[in-house]
């Protein structure tokens, strides 16, 4: 399968911070690009989700950021919350969704 | 909200043994996935329907793993017979159409083979 590279595997934040996460991608075929949240004991929920047409795409705190040249994209999460602290899993799909490995943010109080 | 139910929760079974888990997708939903997480990793697709038939099977090891949704509503995994490496969670995830309408996903089975 075409692999998703998602960077960094956990990541700790300060409450008010921004958390950045970020994605790489090989199929150039990708034509849809979402972000799942994942609460322990749960199953994965949709975020946010960016087209490659769009080079940017903000949505309350969470903002997607989208380099199509350079085959990546990024989460960014403003004002950084502890009820933020969960497994976030970007995804590239041209019908299924191949997840990345997932990053584990922290956000201390 | 509509939600994708699956049950059980958890399961424990032994190696060899035969194990199933059941998805009712929301309503509504023709296509549905089931998905294979293993601890500290993404989502991995097993198998993939649209209605009743199956449209992706590719990473399905179907010497051990079957799956049906014979009335193209809820859905049953199958595994037969259980080995130590199948210990994951066991997601399933329905969506309106195929074509990147989002997923929603069910609280899945964790299944632990000992």
């Known amino acids: 399968q075409q692999q998703v590279k998602q960077s960094p595997q956990s990541l700790i934040v300060q409450k008010g911070g921004i958390s950045i996460i970020n994605c790489a991608y090989e199929n150039t075929a990708f034509d849809y690009f979402p972000w799942y949240q994942q609460f322990p004991g749960k199953g994965p929920a949709l975020l946010i989700a960016i087209r490659p047409d769009v080079s940017e795409k903000k949505e309350g705190r969470f903002t997607i950021s989208f380099n199509k040249s350079a085959k990546q994209f990024s989460l960014h999460i403003m004002d950084s919350q502890p009820g933020d602290s969960a497994t976030y899993f970007c995804?590239?799909?041209?019908?299924?969704?191949?997840f990345g490995k997932g990053t584990k943010l922290s956000v201390k109080p | 909200e509509a939600e994708v139910a699956q049950s059980p929760r958890y399961k424990i079974t032994e190696k060899s043994q035969a194990v199933a888990f059941w998805c009712d997708p929301i309503s509504g939903h023709a296509t549905l996935y089931w998905y294979r997480q293993i601890l500290g990793q993404g989502p991995e697709l097993l198998v993939q329907?649209?209605?009743?038939?199956?449209?992706?099977d590719s990473q399905l090891p179907k010497d051990r793993f079957s799956a049906e949704r014979l009335k193209g509503v809820d859905s049953t995994l199958k595994i037969q017979p259980a080995e130590l490496g199948d210990s994951a969670m066991y997601l399933c995830?329905?969506?309106?159409?195929?074509?990147?309408?989002?997923?929603?996903f069910g609280n899945g089975t964790r299944l632990t083979v000992t």
């Open positions: 329907f649209q209605d009743e038939s199956v449209v992706d």
């Open positions: 995830a329905s969506s309106l159409n195929p074509t990147n309408s989002p997923l929603h």
């Open positions: 995804a590239g799909s041209q019908g299924n969704l191949i």
